[in-house]
């Protein structure tokens, strides 16, 4: 795009690099240095441009009209405004309020990159970029396995990466194979088909050792899913693969355990707790954030006692539990009206879309969703920054192309040189 856009397109790159590398909460020489840091640049350089510059103030006019007939950001406006009411209602504030910005920030970036930094270069340089940075977060998975620098769990050196847990590490993982995945197979140039075998191999790796059950069903779900879109020779390699792995010690009592009923006991209580709220607030919920306050309170209604013991963030490891039990049933609809939206609406883009990269990417990004949407319903990475961030990027960058590409056939002109 044109040079205005180079400052917020450049915090935009920043934003990608450092929310995934650098700890959440990381400063230097008491500066703090992380992605909230960096999305507030993000915001401000946006808003003066609105102010100072024609164009964009006029391309942001036209992006709000938008907005407000499309019927995935419909639902986003919804979600936002039940969130921003469950303030006044919920028992904590502080946390419900936290929990309103954190979710309203990634619809805050949707639109921004949608109705702003929409231009060919640029969403080609947010795939570049996110890319790069999965491959220096997986390489240093690796290192962690290989130095033995994991965290011991059971007898195994669990991987986390930069992502502080391993089962974030394993998520974003499958978030991003099955999109190198496709590219990898459809790359025709002999060293970037290399390089693309490279990049797919260590995120593989760090799949399987981060030894996330969560992550591990997600990818199978991934394959099963882009077999029957693409290939299905990809099921032949699942099953080769998970035959040979089921040989490995580690790997064959991790596949184990995700059967086991112990291991799974204190999340299933969890959900009933989440029901217990429900049950009580079946229409508005008990407020943004607000289940773990709420935690031990309903805990004491529990027939046994539960063998949990929260960290400060903890919720319902159930996307749609935390959702009903915490928003209600009007917060629920809209959710759900999200998700199918931007299944419908990708399904869309990879059937028109003309850009050979962009419809080869997201066919492999259509698993990741599906994979990523069953595993809220185990856990709920929706709380999880340094995932869900990644998620929405992705999402708004198939939207802006989508959004760019109607007004080209509007316009009859090209933005491919843009």
Avoid at 131 to 152: D, H, K, M, R
Avoid at 268 to 288: E, S, T
Wanted: aromatic share 16%; proline share 2%.
């Amino acid at each position: 795009m044109i040079k205005r856009s180079l400052i917020t397109s450049f915090f935009l790159y920043l934003y990608i690099l450092i929310l995934p590398l650098l700890p959440s909460k990381y400063s230097f020489k008491g500066i703090p240095i992380n992605g909230d840091i960096i999305f507030l640049f993000i915001l401000v350089t946006y808003f003066i441009s609105i102010i100072f510059i024609k164009e964009c103030r006029k391309r942001f006019k036209n992006g709000v009209v938008d907005f407000f007939s499309n019927y995935l950001s419909i639902f986003m406006i919804i979600f936002m405004i039940i969130m921003c009411i469950s303030i006044f209602y919920s028992v904590d504030k502080k946390i419900a309020v936290s929990e309103a910005i954190r979710f309203s920030s990634y619809f805050v970036i949707f639109f921004i990159i949608k109705y702003e930094l929409n231009s060919r270069k640029i969403t080609n340089n947010i795939i570049a970029v996110y890319l790069f940075v999965t491959s220096i977060i997986a390489l240093i998975g690796l290192l962690e396995y290989i130095l033995g620098i994991g965290f011991v769990q059971f007898g195994r050196d669990r991987i986390f990466s930069t992502l502080e847990n391993s089962n974030n590490l394993g998520m974003y993982m499958v978030i991003a194979i099955f999109p190198i995945t496709m590219i990898m197979l459809n790359e025709k140039n002999k060293k970037k088909k290399i390089m693309f075998i490279g990049l797919f191999i260590i995120v593989l790796s760090n799949i399987i050792f981060s030894y996330s059950r969560n992550a591990w069903l997600g990818l199978v779900i991934g394959c099963i899913v882009l077999s029957l879109i693409y290939s299905r020779k990809i099921m032949i390699y699942l099953m080769g693969a998970g035959c040979i792995g089921f040989f490995i010690p580690q790997i064959h009592s991790r596949i184990l355990e995700i059967l086991d009923k112990s291991q799974n006991l204190s999340r299933i209580k969890l959900w009933d707790i989440a029901l217990f709220m429900i049950k009580d607030h079946p229409i508005k919920g008990v407020g943004m954030g607000n289940y773990r306050v709420l935690y031990d309170k309903y805990k004491l209604k529990m027939t046994k006692k539960i063998e949990y013991y929260p960290s400060d963030k903890f919720h319902p490891h159930n996307i749609l539990l935390k959702i009903q039990s915490e928003i209600g049933i009007i917060g629920s609809i809209a959710f759900i009206g999200i998700i199918v939206s931007v299944i419908l609406r990708l399904r869309k883009y990879i059937s028109s879309t003309t850009n050979n990269f962009y419809k080869v990417f997201y066919k492999g990004f259509f698993a990741s969703l599906i994979s990523f949407i069953f595993m809220n319903l185990i856990d709920n990475f929706f709380s999880a920054p340094k995932v869900i961030a990644f998620f929405w990027i992705l999402i708004a960058v198939f939207e802006a192309s989508m959004y760019r590409e109607s007004g080209d056939l509007n316009k009859g002109t090209t933005y491919y040189n843009r």
